[in-house]
């Protein structure tokens, strides 16, 4: 972090947590926001200035429990996860569930923002869309997945 606040030496650093437990820069004043997340044999850390921030790494040997869809997922999320071949259900349910984490870490609020309340839609290949009724569609277009 140092490298993006010239003359702040890496010891100069406080951190705190928000009321959720996500953590956050208190000193110095810089305008940086983080998250971190790690898997098997993976560690990521996302950095901006200014922005929030969130990131969520799964490995994709990870067993998965696709029924866990119907319990958390958006009804939106579970039709699209029953429409695919069984074979590919695993690899997009870690898919939701990555950019579902990676979403409520950016908000700082974990897992206090309930997983069914926003939605992604990844019906068209190579495309996130974010169909999110909880934001206003001002807020919204501004995040990035």
């Known amino acids: 972090m140092s490298l993006y606040a010239p003359g702040v030496a890496p010891q100069q650093w406080v951190f705190a ?55 958390f997922f958006s009804a939106s999320e579970v039709r699209y996860l029953s429409s695919l071949p069984t074979a590919e259900r695993a690899s997009a349910f870690i898919s939701l569930w990555t950019l579902k984490e990676a979403y409520i870490k950016a908000c700082g609020q974990g897992l206090s923002i309930p997983l069914d309340s926003f939605s992604f839609d990844l019906t068209t290949p190579g495309r996130i869309g974010f169909p999110c009724q909880a934001l206003e569609p001002f807020e919204a277009r501004y995040w990035r997945f």
């Open 17 to 71: 947590s928000n009321a959720w437990g996500k953590p956050a820069i208190v000193a110095p004043g810089a305008p940086m926001a983080f998250n971190l997340s790690h898997t098997e044999g993976l560690v990521t850390l996302a950095l901006t200035l200014e922005n929030s921030v969130g990131i969520d790494v799964e490995s994709r040997q990870r067993t998965t429990d696709t029924d866990l869809a119907e319990r």
